[in-house]
């Protein structure tokens, strides 16, 4: 990070854990996952709700990359403070890629998480079982008012079921197998995605990223 992302957080007269980072995100799976995968940073974690934000950013980017720095740079101007956002999704290799960084809207813009695992379900019903391999990404931008911003990345491999199976998590969990646990994403506690997860793996990054900035 630049020099004026640090410079918020350089001020010695101020406590390190009294500075905010704004978790720039609506979706309240994310939220409850963060809030556990933050929970030894230098800052308080705040939300949208909480500060009376409810701006939802166009993600008009092709890449997650580039919708994590939308969605972060828009929050830290708004804001003033420091904000962490999340772009994540699956990739399926059978269908090239898709749905990509399109995965909360696969199924159009009002449909739920149920509607949308059971469009991909529906995409994918002639694939026989050892095609349909695919990849959690999460990357996520830590951005500084002024637009600077650093990247973290993360992912997770897996294959896609032919139905839904588990109730925990959130999105496209219950239809996300993972071979070497021999159990969906949903059937894991939340303990357990915590330590395998995409998200969890760019956590790991971004709680580094985080640290320095506290200095
Ligand atoms: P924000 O932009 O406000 O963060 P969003 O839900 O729109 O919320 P994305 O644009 O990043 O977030 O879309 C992510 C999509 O991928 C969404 O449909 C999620 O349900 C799904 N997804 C992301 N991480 C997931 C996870 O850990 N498990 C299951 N599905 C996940």
Known sequence: ??????????????????NKLLL???????????????????FKIVTPSELGITTEVDETGSSFEENAGLKAIALAKESGLLSLADDSGLEVD????????????????????????????????????????????????????DGEVELCSGECRGLITTEPRGYNG????????????????????????????HRAKAAEKAREVLKKLAR
Do not use: Q
């Not at 007269?13 to 009294?18: A, D, Q, R």
């Not at 469009?119 to 959690?136: C, E, I, M, T």
């Open 94 to 145: 059978a269908l090239g890629g898709e749905p990509g960084p399109l995965s909360a809207r696969y199924a159009g813009e009002d449909a739920s998480d149920i509607d949308r695992l059971n469009y991909l379900l529906s995409r994918l019903k002639d694939v026989p079982g050892d095609r349909r391999s695919a990849r959690f990404r999460c990357v996520i931008a830590i951005a500084a008012p």
């Open 1 to 18: 990070m630049t020099a004026a992302a640090s410079s918020i957080n350089n001020d010695k007269e101020v406590p390190v854990h009294k």
């Open 170 to 197: 959130f999105g496209y969990d219950p239809i996300f197998y993972l071979p070497e646990l021999c159990k969906t994403m949903a059937e894991l506690t939340p303990e357990e995605k915590n330590k395998i997860s």
């Open 24 to 42: 720039a995100t609506n979706n309240k799976g994310k939220v409850r996952e963060y809030k556990s995968l933050l929970r030894r940073i230098p």
